[in-house]
């Protein structure tokens, strides 16, 4: 009994293993190298970035356009890379499903009014914009930290999406949805207006006016002045002076 046990567990491990071996082989992706190679791309005047595939973008301000990607060096030649409407676009190209493939973007430019960020991107931003607006765009567990200085700040974030900033504005607009936050308490503003939805959270700093609407348990988290506070709720969500 005790050498049939032992022929039994010896075929079921050999069978575990060419089972492994077989979905190691049968991956027809793109496996990440581990080898990180730098190209610098030679792009001007726009005043935009998007960028999805759980890229790591770094933002900043500066007096020249400077823009670099840092991949692996099996797959960097299937980013592709064009400005379409001002907006610089990072894309994957199609070649099957991407495994360990790391995606680095740093961008200087003298003005960078719209950043958009999908698919488990982070991104980090640094930008002082006082007559002029900043827009942000997050989706699908898209991150986004930093400090924004703009005279209008316009914030939309959904599918889990967080964004964190510091900063000021004479006019935010804060959009949530799916369980999305908005953690911009550090961003002193005027006059605020909030939209959150299905469990988002926001958190503000507001002087002025606040209004809006909560709805599907958001939450909604205020500091400041905030002489008026005109913001519907429903659907069980909560609005709370810190």
């Known amino acids: 009994m005790r050498i049939r046990s032992l022929v039994a567990v010896t075929l079921l491990v050999a069978t575990a293993g060419i ?17 990180m190679v730098s190209r610098e791309l030679d792009y001007r005047d726009f005043t ?81 914009l006082t007559d002029d607006r900043f827009n942000a765009v997050l989706s699908g567990g898209a991150r986004l930290s930093g400090r924004v200085v703009a005279d209008r700040l316009a914030i939309d974030c959904s599918g889990g999406s967080t964004a964190t900033l510091d900063g000021s504005t004479r006019s935010l607009s804060a959009e949530g949805s799916g369980g999305s936050r908005l953690l911009l308490s550090g961003v002193d503003s005027g006059d605020a207006v909030v939209t959150i939805s299905g ?22 988290i205020h500091a400041g002045a905030s002489r008026t506070v005109a913001v519907s709720t429903s659907g069980g969500s909560t609005i709370r002076r810190r």
């Open 48 to 128: 935009g970035v998007s960028a999805g595939s759980g890229a790591r973008v770094t933002v900043q301000q500066g007096d020249h356009y400077r823009v670099t990607l840092r991949m692996d060096d099996n797959a960097i030649d299937l980013m592709r890379t064009d400005v379409v409407n001002g907006v610089l676009q990072f894309s994957l190209r199609p070649a099957g499903p991407f495994r360990n493939v790391r995606i680095q973007i740093e961008v200087t430019a003298p003005r960078i009014t719209d950043l958009r960020l999908s698919g488990g991107a982070t991104g980090t931003v640094e930008m002082r």
């Open 19 to 35: 089972a492994c071996a077989a979905g190691a082989s049968s991956f027809t992706g793109i496996v990440g190298s581990g080898r």
């Open 199 to 220: 469990g988002s959270r926001a958190e503000l700093t507001v002087s002025n006016r606040i209004e809006g609407s909560a709805s599907g348990g958001s939450s909604l």
